[in-house]
């Protein structure tokens, strides 16, 4: 590292903006064959965990705005994995359960944190302190918002 204060190769912001898209080009091919996009396993991740799910309840899990969920679960409904539908409980909110196939999608999809330690080629171990080191910075940035 240089003593440049505003040098590229010092920012924080910059290794992981490259990290970010570097991995996630990773999952590419492996969802594709599942006909999901990236911020789609995401949203099938959080409903896997727990269903079925407000939008708000989503938002605020994903750390996404509602406006950019709506587009993903529009996509996700047309696949058929997720269907969305007004609560009973509260006809305001929209509930998002996952379909017969959404669920099914699930054993292809406990495949894919294997597959993508292998291509990445790091030891399980280094990926988790970092997984630890990004939710650390997550919560300072939340924390300083």
């Known amino acids: 590292m240089s003593d440049d204060l505003l040098a590229l190769e010092n920012q924080v912001c910059f290794?992981?903006?490259?990290?970010?898209?570097?991995?996630?080009?990773?999952?590419?091919?492996?969802l594709e064959p599942l006909s999901l996009t990236h911020p789609q396993y995401l949203v099938m991740?959080?409903?896997?965990?727990?269903?079925?799910?407000s939008v708000k309840d989503l938002s605020d899990t994903l750390a996404?705005?509602?406006?950019?969920?709506?587009?993903?679960l529009k996509r996700l409904e047309a696949t058929g994995y997720v269907e969305r539908r007004r609560s009973a409980a509260d006809e305001r909110a929209l509930e998002v359960r996952l379909t017969e196939a959404g669920r099914a999608l699930r054993a292809e999809a406990e495949k894919i944190p294997s597959r993508i330690v292998e291509r990445l080629g790091l030891p399980v171990s280094e990926l988790e302190n970092l997984r630890e080191s990004l939710q650390t910075i997550i919560g300072a940035a939340v924390r300083t918002a």
């Not at 705005?65 to 587009?71: D, F, I, Q, V």
Request: no cysteine; glycine share 2%.
């Open 15 to 30: 290794g992981l903006a490259v990290a970010a898209r570097s991995v996630i080009a990773l999952y590419r091919p492996v």
């Open 45 to 53: 991740l959080a409903l896997w965990e727990r269903e079925p799910r």
């Open 64 to 72: 996404l705005e509602p406006a950019t969920l709506s587009p993903l």
